[in-house]
């Protein structure tokens, strides 16, 4: 029965040519504007860490004092951690791992003579950043605690950053050039790029950077190395170890849901330890333990732009789909003779109802297709922008398969009303009237 | 023109009808606000700045040992200013829409707290005729206050002078002259000794309307902060000034990072996100106006050829063409008034929750009367071409059975 409908689908569409191509039209322009936007707002959201984000969190304490007033322009000045804070965090081990960072760039030298040097983005970390962020290790390792006690002028490149400096990817046991120090490489990691840089400053340009290099965060402050990012302070002090400057990240892996709980549990009485102390003016609600991805949608990593780009192409979908709707019913209503001879010779009303909703279906299959090549030209058009997400912008899989039941979903939902409307009509009438 | 027909044959197809309104109305809503995005991104796109932004050329000078800056710089100017075409060369801390932001809230007085970020721009030694800054009233800096006045290590200028915006010193002194006024920041106090042209601040699309133009100039003496040369020239000059000047930068400076850029390109690059979206903003426009026009003139030809006989009889019984014509013109004015209307709200929905959302601001009413006129000439527009051929039904139609 379904390739018949098919059949009477194909015919009543050859009929209105004209009609036809522009309901395909309208729904494929509709598809390839939400589809395009769709995809960008999917691959700017994902997971960056599919296997290790349920381990990972981001601890918040709120240091402020009670009269901050944050600036609407400038950015939170309790994203960040305060030195004295992020280091009792990391040092009370009470996290499977946890590592404070910060990221920083530095002018790197190629080995030899008469090169020009450049800037490398890096950070300054603890040693459990490694484990808990999951790099794989070309050769060497990741530095030790104690050399992360004791400021060893140590570093790991990444892969890329190796070759450039040293022309090879093996270069442990040499010695880098940053600024004007001189640190040992112990480790080479490969390149590491999660989209978007998750643990990174809000202020960083997540889907474009990556890290290149490594060091103890000791180390940087010890060679009195500049962060890039997010430092706020409110008691005039711009001193790395003041405790009224936020600047570090804190992450920590926690495995099980009572380790989240116990942990959770510490946080609070951390900071209402602090406030007993007199440091903290906050109450020891402000506490928080964000889980990988809500921290994510906390901190907005995708730009408003985006959003709003979103919005406005599912208005222009909404738009096309009401004209769509128009038209069916039109086209339906006006085949009342044909429909009511059908019903007269014993057509039930489901069959004219499925039969009109495979004509739908057809249109919105024709629309599908054309709305995935409007698609791929959209996204061809995003790769080109500026913007540092840019090259992110392609369909997987489970988009491609998304888009045909979107505009499969949209059509049939379009001629639902128009078909229902044409089934009801009275056969008796109509065929006294012809 | 009778409309009562118009209303009970509507009301006979209302459902068609309804689509039509609503239709009309969710083109209008969108219209009026990508239409006001659109405005408010070419204003930002086209934002004027007091600087002499089609001469300048910036280059940025990166990894120098701190020791050597002050020794060097003199060497490095003097050297720029030598390339032939140049008509002025400075070192400055950042040049506006640049990288290296460095903001500060300043007020009028000592106790108040500013919600805004004032771009603060340090100027080496002819650093205001380089930029080509527009002095409205007092004077630019003197010899020795460039000389006096360095960075102190609390990130705070030890001058005691500055130069302000128009904007600024209008929002901070309403109706006085803003000379010799105090202004005060983060446990410092300057005294205002000129007052220029409105200058773009370091990063204004992140800064909110006030912060926009809220920048403030600082005399400095050479030192690693001021890491960026500006160097003006004539227009037609400029790409080659700067290849010069990179040549003898980068002879003078082997060890150093150098980035030099033409500064229209600079500001090019700035807004290269919002100009992207002022297109895409335009084309989504066009295609759904087109879409809509569509589908008005799809509805109508079918309502035509529905009524065919009807349109007949009416003609038979001495209906002329022009009649015909103003009937389906008048109903979809109707239907279009409706839309509009309804578009209008929706319009006005959309923009307050946008504003509550996102950085949007309340949008005109013209915006959305602009919108309603369009929708209606669309409409009409749109309508034409089928209601002419229902006024060339012949009479004859109704003497026929189908």
Same mark, same amino acid.
């Given at each position: 029965?379904?390739?018949?409908?098919?059949?009477?689908?194909?015919?009543?569409?050859?009929?209105?040519?004209?009609?036809?191509?522009?309901?395909?039209?309208?729904?494929?322009?509709?598809?390839?504007?939400?589809?395009?936007?769709?995809?960008?707002?999917?691959?700017?959201?994902?997971?960056?860490?599919?296997?290790?984000?349920?381990?990972?969190?981001?601890?918040?304490?709120?240091?402020?004092?009670?009269?901050?007033?944050?600036?609407?322009?400038?950015?939170?000045?309790?994203?960040?951690?305060?030195?004295?804070?992020?280091?009792?965090?990391?040092?009370?081990?009470?996290?499977?791992?946890?590592?404070?960072?910060?990221?920083?760039?530095?002018?790197?030298?190629?080995?030899?003579?008469?090169?020009?040097?450049?800037?490398?983005?890096?950070?300054?970390?603890?040693?459990?950043?490694?484990?808990?962020?999951?790099?794989?290790?070309?050769?060497?390792?990741?530095?030790?605690?104690?050399?992360?006690?004791?400021?060893?002028?140590?570093?790991?490149?990444?892969?890329?950053?190796?070759?450039?400096?040293?022309?090879?990817?093996?270069?442990?046991?040499?010695?880098?050039?940053?600024?004007?120090?001189?640190?040992?490489?112990?480790?080479?990691?490969?390149?590491?790029?999660?989209?978007?840089?998750?643990?990174?400053?809000?202020?960083?340009?997540?889907?474009?950077?990556?890290?290149?290099?490594?060091?103890?965060?000791?180390?940087?402050?010890?060679?009195?190395?500049?962060?890039?990012?997010?430092?706020?302070?409110?008691?005039?002090?711009?001193?790395?170890?003041?405790?009224?400057?936020?600047?570090?990240?804190?992450?920590?892996?926690?495995?099980?849901?009572?380790?989240?709980?116990?942990?959770?549990?510490?946080?609070?009485?951390?900071?209402?330890?602090?406030?007993?102390?007199?440091?903290?003016?906050?109450?020891?609600?402000?506490?928080?333990?964000?889980?990988?991805?809500?921290?994510?949608?906390?901190?907005?990593?995708?730009?408003?732009?985006?959003?709003?780009?979103?919005?406005?192409?599912?208005?222009?979908?909404?738009?096309?789909?009401?004209?769509?709707?128009?038209?069916?019913?039109?086209?339906?209503?006006?085949?009342?003779?044909?429909?009511?001879?059908?019903?007269?010779?014993?057509?039930?009303?489901?069959?004219?109802?499925?039969?009109?909703?495979?004509?739908?279906?057809?249109?919105?299959?024709?629309?599908?297709?054309?709305?995935?090549?409007?698609?791929?030209?959209?996204?061809?058009?995003?790769?080109?922008?500026?913007?540092?997400?840019?090259?992110?912008?392609?369909?997987?899989?489970?988009?491609?398969?998304?888009?045909?039941?979107?505009?499969?979903?949209?059509?049939?939902?379009?001629?639902?009303?128009?078909?229902?409307?044409?089934?009801?009509?009275?056969?008796?009438?109509?065929?006294?009237?012809? | 023109?009778?409309?009562?027909?118009?209303?009970?044959?509507?009301?006979?197809?209302?459902?068609?009808?309804?689509?039509?309104?609503?239709?009309?109305?969710?083109?209008?809503?969108?219209?009026?606000?990508?239409?006001?995005?659109?405005?408010?991104?070419?204003?930002?796109?086209?934002?004027?700045?007091?600087?002499?932004?089609?001469?300048?050329?910036?280059?940025?000078?990166?990894?120098?040992?701190?020791?050597?800056?002050?020794?060097?710089?003199?060497?490095?100017?003097?050297?720029?200013?030598?390339?032939?075409?140049?008509?002025?060369?400075?070192?400055?801390?950042?040049?506006?829409?640049?990288?290296?932001?460095?903001?500060?809230?300043?007020?009028?007085?000592?106790?108040?707290?500013?919600?805004?970020?004032?771009?603060?721009?340090?100027?080496?030694?002819?650093?205001?005729?380089?930029?080509?800054?527009?002095?409205?009233?007092?004077?630019?800096?003197?010899?020795?206050?460039?000389?006096?006045?360095?960075?102190?290590?609390?990130?705070?200028?030890?001058?005691?002078?500055?130069?302000?915006?128009?904007?600024?010193?209008?929002?901070?002194?309403?109706?006085?002259?803003?000379?010799?006024?105090?202004?005060?920041?983060?446990?410092?106090?300057?005294?205002?000794?000129?007052?220029?042209?409105?200058?773009?601040?370091?990063?204004?699309?992140?800064?909110?309307?006030?912060?926009?133009?809220?920048?403030?100039?600082?005399?400095?003496?050479?030192?690693?902060?001021?890491?960026?040369?500006?160097?003006?020239?004539?227009?037609?000059?400029?790409?080659?000034? #700067?290849?010069?000047?990179?040549?003898? @930068?980068?002879? !003078?400076?082997? *060890? %150093? /990072? &150098?980035?030099?850029?033409?500064? =229209?390109?600079?500001?090019?690059?700035?807004?290269?996100?919002?100009?992207?979206?002022?297109?895409?903003?335009?084309?989504?426009?066009?295609?759904?106006?087109?879409?809509?026009?569509?589908?008005?003139?799809?509805?109508?030809?079918?309502?035509?050829?529905?009524?065919?006989?009807?349109?007949?009889?009416?003609?038979?019984?001495?209906?002329?063409?022009?009649?015909?014509?103003?009937?389906?013109?008048?109903?979809?004015?109707?239907?279009?008034?409706?839309?509009?209307?309804?578009?209008?709200?929706?319009?006005?929905?959309?923009?307050?929750?946008?504003?509550?959302?996102?950085?949007?601001?309340?949008?005109?009413?013209?915006? #959305?009367?602009?919108?309603?006129?369009? @929708?209606?000439? !669309?409409?009409? *527009? %749109? /309508? &034409?071409?089928?209601?002419?051929? =229902?006024?060339?039904?012949?009479?004859?139609?109704?003497?026929?059975?189908?």
């Amino acid at each position: 029965m379904f390739g018949y409908y098919l059949d009477l689908a194909w015919r009543s569409l050859r009929r209105t040519p004209v009609m036809t191509a522009l309901m395909v039209l309208a729904i494929g322009l509709g598809i390839g504007a939400s589809m395009t936007m769709l995809t960008v707002l999917h691959v700017m959201s994902d997971d960056p860490l599919p296997d290790r984000s349920a381990h990972l969190f981001v601890p918040h304490l709120d240091p402020r004092p009670a009269n901050f007033t944050q600036n609407l322009y400038a950015p939170d000045a309790s994203a960040n951690f305060t030195y004295p804070d992020a280091m009792a965090l990391v040092s009370s081990r009470q996290a499977v791992r946890q590592a404070a960072m910060a990221g920083g760039t530095l002018l790197a030298r190629r080995s030899g003579t008469g090169h020009t040097p450049f800037y490398a983005d890096g950070r300054f970390t603890t040693p459990d950043f490694f484990a808990m962020f999951d790099l794989s290790f070309l050769s060497g390792s990741a530095w030790s605690q104690a050399d992360e006690d004791a400021r060893a002028r140590v570093v790991v490149l990444s892969e890329s950053l190796s070759r450039e400096v040293f022309g090879t990817a093996d270069s442990v046991g040499r010695i880098a050039h940053l600024n004007d120090a001189d640190l040992r490489v112990v480790g080479v990691t490969r390149d590491w790029q999660p989209n978007p840089m998750f643990y990174a400053d809000a202020d960083a340009k997540e889907f474009s950077d990556a890290d290149r290099f490594f060091l103890p965060l000791s180390t940087s402050l010890d060679l009195k190395f500049n962060t890039n990012g997010n430092q706020s302070s409110w008691a005039g002090s711009i001193e790395h170890n003041s405790p009224t400057l936020t600047w570090l990240q804190v992450w920590v892996q926690l495995d099980t849901a009572s380790e989240v709980t116990a942990y959770r549990r510490y946080l609070a009485d951390y900071a209402g330890q602090q406030k007993k102390l007199g440091r903290y003016e906050r109450s020891a609600d402000s506490a928080h333990l964000y889980s990988l991805m809500e921290w994510l949608a906390i901190e907005r990593k995708v730009p408003s732009d985006i959003h709003l780009q979103v919005w406005l192409a599912l208005a222009f979908l909404a738009v096309c789909i009401t004209n769509i709707v128009a038209l069916l019913l039109a086209k339906f209503l006006r085949r009342g003779g044909e429909i009511s001879v059908r019903r007269a010779m014993g057509a039930r009303r489901r069959d004219i109802f499925i039969q009109l909703a495979t004509e739908s279906a057809v249109i919105g299959f024709a629309g599908g297709v054309l709305g995935l090549i409007l698609a791929q030209l959209g996204l061809w058009s995003v790769r080109h922008r500026p913007d540092d997400y840019a090259h992110l912008a392609s369909m997987d899989g489970p988009m491609l398969a998304f888009t045909f039941a979107l505009a499969l979903g949209a059509s049939l939902l379009a001629g639902l009303l128009p078909a229902w409307r044409a089934c009801r009509i009275t056969p008796a009438l109509q065929l006294k009237t012809q | 023109m009778e409309i009562r027909p118009i209303l009970s044959s509507l009301h006979k197809h209302r459902v068609p009808a309804l689509l039509i309104v609503l239709e009309i109305a969710l083109a209008c809503a969108v219209l009026c606000n990508a239409v006001f995005m659109i405005g408010q991104c070419i204003a930002g796109v086209r934002a004027p700045s007091a600087i002499d932004e089609q001469g300048l050329s910036v280059i940025s000078l990166g990894g120098i040992d701190e020791a050597h800056v002050e020794s060097g710089m003199a060497r490095n100017l003097a050297a720029l200013r030598a390339i032939a075409g140049v008509q002025a060369a400075a070192a400055i801390s950042d040049v506006p829409l640049g990288p290296d932001i460095w903001y500060d809230g300043l007020t009028a007085r000592p106790d108040e707290e500013s919600q805004i970020n004032s771009s603060e721009y340090f100027l080496g030694s002819g650093g205001e005729q380089a930029l080509g800054l527009k002095l409205l009233k007092g004077r630019f800096f003197s010899a020795e206050e460039f000389a006096d006045s360095t960075l102190l290590p609390s990130h705070v200028s030890s001058s005691h002078v500055v130069l302000i915006n128009e904007s600024d010193a209008r929002r901070m002194w309403p109706g006085e002259s803003a000379l010799g006024k105090q202004i005060y920041g983060d446990n410092a106090a300057w005294t205002v000794v000129g007052v220029v042209a409105d200058v773009l601040g370091q990063d204004p699309n992140g800064n909110g309307p006030a912060g926009m133009y809220s920048s403030i100039f600082f005399p400095q003496r050479p030192s690693a902060s001021l890491n960026h040369y500006v160097v003006r020239s004539a227009p037609q000059d400029r790409d080659r000034v #700067l290849r010069d000047a990179l040549q003898v @930068l980068g002879k !003078l400076e082997p *060890g %150093a /990072v &150098l980035e030099g850029k033409i500064y =229209a390109d600079m500001r090019a690059d700035y807004f290269a996100d919002t100009r992207d979206m002022a297109w895409m903003l335009m084309m989504v426009c066009v295609v759904m106006l087109a879409v809509t026009a569509l589908g008005i003139v799809g509805l109508t030809s079918f309502w035509v050829g529905q009524r065919r006989r009807q349109i007949g009889i009416r003609r038979a019984v001495g209906a002329s063409c022009a009649n015909i014509l103003h009937y389906f013109q008048t109903e979809n004015f109707l239907l279009s008034t409706a839309g509009v209307v309804l578009g209008v709200v929706f319009g006005f929905a959309v923009n307050v929750y946008l504003m509550e959302n996102y950085e949007v601001s309340r949008m005109p009413w013209y915006y #959305l009367g602009c919108g309603a006129l369009a @929708l209606w000439l !669309l409409g009409q *527009g %749109a /309508v &034409l071409g089928p209601a002419l051929r =229902a006024a060339q039904v012949p009479p004859v139609v109704a003497t026929r059975s189908v």
